[in-house]
Structures are given as structure tokens and as C-alpha cells.
């Protein structure tokens, strides 16, 4: 089965999505292209980075691009390769602390997308679930993700979303084409 352009899969913490998103990647014949955003900043983040990379075995090149997603995903997708990006939520959080221009970044992403010599998947969290933030960079934050993630999910032909490690289309080439 191809992947169609562009892949969202969405979900909360510990939901399956960086797992479901690497079997679509694996279903895939040539190079798989793995960019991370996560940084190890401490022991816990450092050992869930580990995990990951032993999941995915030698077969996987990785990528780690905290900050410059878009020039990476410009220079790794393209024919006979296809890129996994894990995850959107936490580039957006590097983007943040680095004080980045959050939509100039998020536009230049989506622009992005539409010109991607490749497919690629993208990983991230649904952060618009649970309470309102109590502070006003928590509020932000969740913002920017959801809007994010809508851009996202408007671009791409295919959007899952992750519950209980079972996945649920919520956007398809088919149903996209009806719309």
C-alpha cells in the first residue's frame, strides 16, 4: 500500500502514535528516514529517546532536527525515501523556548508540504483535550498546537487519530475527494 503525500498521526501521551506511524513507514520499500525533535534534557527524556531508536532498529536513518524541520524535511524526502516526523508538538515546544517566530515557522512547514518529493508522516500530541491551562504559556502553547495541528490536518491526505494504541481514520484520500 503507497502512503499518500502527507500523514498525520495524532493522539494524547502514550496513545501508540509514534509506533502506528512507524509500521506505515515500514510498509514502505527503500529508506526511512526518522527526523526527532526531541532533545535529551534529562535522564527520562534521554531514556524514552533510547527506547525509540531500539525499537526501530539499524534499518532506520535518524535525524535529530530540534529546531530546522523544514530544511530537513526539503533535504531527506524524495523518491525512494520516506520520512517519519516525531513530533510536531515538541519542535513547536523548541520553538517556543528559542523564542522562533511560531507562525512564520508553522507557515514555512505548511508551505512545505505541498512540495515534498516523497511521502512523509508526521507525529503529534492533541493537546486541546483536557483542562484550560492555569498560566498563560501553557495557553500558548496549547494554542499554537492546535492550530498547528489543524493546518497540518488540512494539508494532509490522510489524518489518524491514536486512542488506546487502535487507530481511527479520521481523514482519508477517499473521503477527502467527497468533501
Same mark, same amino acid.
Given at each position: ?11 494524547? @501521551? ?18 526511512? =528516514?526518522?527526523?526527532?525533535?526531541? $532533545? ?8 524514552? =529517546?533510547?527506547?525509540?531508536?531500539? &525499537?526501530? #532498529?539499524?534499518?532506520?536513518? /535518524? ?7 523544514? /530544511?530537513?524535511?526539503? $533535504?531527506? @524526502?524524495?523518491?525512494?525515501? /520516506? ?13 517556543? $523556548?528559542? #523564542? &522562533?517566530? =511560531?507562525? &512564520? $515557522? ?32 501553557? *495557553?500558548?502553547? *496549547? ?19 491514536? /486512542? ?10 477517499? *473521503?477527502?475527494?467527497?468533501?
Amino acid at each position: 500500500m503507497a502512503l499518500p503525500p502527507v500523514t498525520l498521526v495524532l493522539g494524547g @501521551a502514550r496513545s501508540g502514535k509514534s509506533r502506528y506511524a512507524e509500521f506505515l513507514i515500514e510498509s514502505q520499500p527503500g529508506a526511512w =528516514i526518522y527526523l526527532a525533535t526531541a $532533545e535529551p534534557r534529562d535522564a527520562e527524556m534521554a531514556c524514552r =529517546i533510547q527506547q525509540h531508536r531500539q &525499537r526501530r #532498529g539499524a534499518r532506520w536513518c /535518524t535525524r535529530e532536527v530540534p529546531i530546522e524541520l523544514v /530544511t530537513a524535511l526539503a $533535504e531527506t @524526502a524524495g523518491a525512494g525515501r /520516506t520520512v517519519l516526523v516525531d513530533c510536531l508538538t515538541l519542535w513547536l515546544a523548541n520553538l517556543m $523556548e528559542a #523564542g &522562533r517566530d =511560531i507562525e &512564520r $515557522e508553522a507557515g514555512a512547514l505548511i508551505a512545505a508540504l505541498d512540495g515534498l518529493a516523497g511521502p512523509v508522516v508526521l507525529v503529534a500530541n492533541e493537546v486541546g483535550l483536557g483542562i484550560v491551562p492555569d498560566n498563560a504559556l501553557s *495557553r500558548a502553547f *496549547r494554542d499554537h498546537a492546535g492550530q498547528l495541528n489543524q493546518s497540518v490536518a488540512e494539508r494532509a491526505q490522510s489524518v489518524v487519530f491514536m /486512542t488506546a494504541g487502535l487507530p481511527v481514520a479520521v481523514k482519508s484520500a477517499a *473521503r477527502a475527494a467527497l468533501a
